[in-house]
């Protein structure tokens, strides 16, 4: 049996119904899903890019869990993950995680799903993909009794898409009429989890000082002391280990999350985070020049002529020369990204202000004024040529000055009026022409042209 036309379509259009009782999807007709899965395998029996792999396996997998067969449901969720992350897409590799999260959700697996929701969770992601992925880890809390947790899942999805269409609405005012009904019959349940509680992992000790010695120690975040205060000066956990320097002691060391010593004791001027391995410092004997060093106090890239080194961040620092220009180093010191910048001020169109490279390895620049955006090889996506630049989950806000705007991909200028915001996309292709006089407006056109269909997750 063979299908015609996009598989995602033709899932999307399923007629499904929300069971109001387990919060869980419902349908009535498997032959429209058998078609489907048998369309993706053809699919699948061809060459293909890893990004068509990752949709293609991320599809049959929810075609496999809408027809109960959950182990093949998992096995090709995990396929599409794998293929995602091989592409470097931030959105593709969340979809791909969201699929196979409700892969173990729908196999009771929950505590592997609430980490796949969390992983695929990100304020990077466009509003829609988002308010999908929190409704959907609403019910995983939901089947779990968490229903604190999920009642926080599904505002936020109602808060990131206030002008979804009575079927969105309608099904998280559903979904929130559940919780309340098992909430008095049963209570609230635990508290909402931390993200290092949903990924496995240990909560962070935070720096605590003793108000009779003065000195410092680390609490866990229900306030119970888990190292104590021994410590003249402590800094906070990174990567898990800290800079500390005992009661009494002239040098710093570094310590990890059970107060474990990492290294001997070190003069050093000053101390930065570690991030990746590597943390930058300076001796008291080099005190104008930046050092990086391992955990265990071994110098990686011995001390240089850099300024305001910033951590490590998918294997870049950014740094500035002694000219006052910037540019980005690899640990091992060679040049990543040309010392050719006045700025790195990479900000995106949610208003966070990101330290060097966002998630998806992309950094806004400024060379006299002008702005553009670079990725962690030092490829210019967008020359800096724009009066201001962000980033946004399917593309590039751009402001227009009173200059002129070389057309990233051709040479032409941009149209546009002065002063107005348009949008390039992701190839630094002209997207919306500038033409929309605030920021707001830009951003409302773009979440008007962003597809209405019901993702697939």
């Given at each position: ?38 369309g ?11 990004a ?7 599809l ?38 969201a ?29 829609p ?35 979804a ?113 590597l ?20 110098v ?92 946004h ?11 002129v ?53």
């Amino acid at each position: 049996m063979g299908v015609t036309g996009d598989p995602e379509a033709a899932l999307a259009a399923l007629p499904w119904r929300l069971d109001p009782e387990t919060l869980r999807e419902l349908i009535d007709d498997r032959e429209p899903v058998e078609a489907a899965r048998a369309g993706l395998t053809a699919q699948l029996a061809l060459p293909a890019s890893d990004a068509a792999r990752a949709r293609q396996y991320g599809l049959r997998s929810v075609a496999h869990r809408l027809l109960g067969e959950l182990d093949a449901a998992l096995a090709d969720g995990k396929r599409a993950v794998e293929a995602a992350e091989l592409t470097g897409s931030m959105r593709r590799t969340a979809i791909a995680r969201a699929r196979l999260a409700h892969a173990h959700q729908a196999a009771g697996q929950h505590a592997a799903a609430d980490r796949e929701y969390a992983l695929a969770a990100s304020d990077d992601l466009p509003d829609p993909l988002r308010a999908a992925i929190h409704q959907q880890t609403g019910t995983c809390c939901f089947e779990q009794g968490r229903y604190i947790e999920a009642t926080e899942h599904f505002e936020k999805a109602l808060a990131l898409r206030p002008n979804a269409g009575a079927e969105f609405v309608q099904v998280l005012e559903t979904a929130l009429e559940a919780v309340l009904t098992q909430a008095m019959l049963r209570g609230w349940g635990p508290y909402r989890r931390t993200r290092p509680e949903l990924l496995g992992q240990a909560p962070v000790p935070r720096c605590a000082r003793d108000a009779s010695t003065g000195r410092w120690g680390y609490q866990d975040p229900s306030g119970e002391q888990v190292l104590p205060p021994v410590y003249d000066e402590a800094y906070p956990f990174h990567d898990g280990t800290a800079w500390v320097r005992r009661a009494g002691a002239l040098g710093w060391e570094v310590i990890d999350l059970h107060g474990e010593p990492l290294s001997r004791p070190q003069r050093l001027r000053e101390v930065g985070p570690f991030s990746e391995g590597l943390a930058w410092v300076r001796a008291t004997d080099e005190p104008d020049s930046w050092q990086a060093v391992t955990v265990d106090g071994t110098v990686a890239l011995p001390p240089n002529s850099y300024h305001d080194p910033r951590p490590f961040r998918y294997g870049l620092s950014v740094v500035r020369r002694a000219d006052g220009v910037l540019g980005a180093i690899d640990r091992y010191g060679e040049t990543a990204v040309p010392f050719d910048y006045d700025r790195f001020c990479t900000a995106t169109a949610d208003g966070r202000h990101i330290l060097g490279f966002t998630a998806e390895q992309l950094a806004v620049v400024d060379r006299i004024g002008r702005r553009g955006v670079l990725d962690t090889t030092g490829r210019l996506i967008v020359p800096p040529c724009y009066d201001d630049v962000q980033i946004h989950p399917v593309g590039f806000l751009i402001k227009l000055d009173n200059s002129v705007y070389p057309h990233p991909s051709d040479g032409d200028k941009v149209p546009g009026v002065p002063g107005t915001w348009g949008a390039l996309d992701r190839d630094g292709g002209l997207l919306i022409e500038p033409h929309h006089e605030t920021r707001a407006d830009i951003l409302r056109d773009i979440d008007g042209r962003l597809r209405e269909a019901r993702l697939v997750l």
